[in-house]
């Protein structure tokens, strides 16, 4: 079974950073993109960030010059590092990907649990 693990949520003051990593395990074959969405209280859940298996990115507006999305296709893991975060980032924080298991020859995609990003002082 593929599943996506985040980790890396918590409180931070507002300017201040975080590091979201998210890993993908069980039997996987191979792995498209790879992405983050977030889902604040009362609102709908947005895509952030997303890169592609080559390294492409494309960062929402909002986020653009202060977020930076990476990722380790050796280790199956993406990463989120945000900068001068603001309270308005406040929000869940979910990994996305799309990804063939060994046993399929489709892509399937997969959500993270989600973490909890707060901004506030």
């Known amino acids: 079974q593929v599943q996506l693990v985040e980790s890396g949520g918590g409180l931070v003051q507002p300017g201040g950073s975080l590091e979201l990593s998210c890993v993908a395990s069980?039997?996987?074959?191979?792995?498209?993109?790879m992405g983050w969405y977030r889902q604040a209280p009362g609102k709908e859940r947005e895509l952030v960030a997303f890169?592609?298996?080559?390294?492409?990115?494309n960062y929402a507006d909002s986020v653009k010059g202060r977020f930076t999305i990476s990722r380790d296709n050796v280790k199956n893991t993406v990463y989120l590092q945000m900068n001068s975060l603001k309270p308005e980032d406040t929000a869940v924080y979910y990994c996305?990907?799309?990804?063939?298991?060994?046993?399929?020859?489709?892509?399937?995609?997969?959500w993270g649990q989600g973490t909890l990003v707060t901004v506030s002082s």
């Open positions: 996305n990907a799309d990804i063939r298991a060994r046993s399929s020859f489709e892509y399937r995609e997969v």
């Open positions: 069980g039997s996987i074959f191979s792995i498209n993109a």
């Open positions: 890169i592609t298996r080559g390294g492409s990115t």
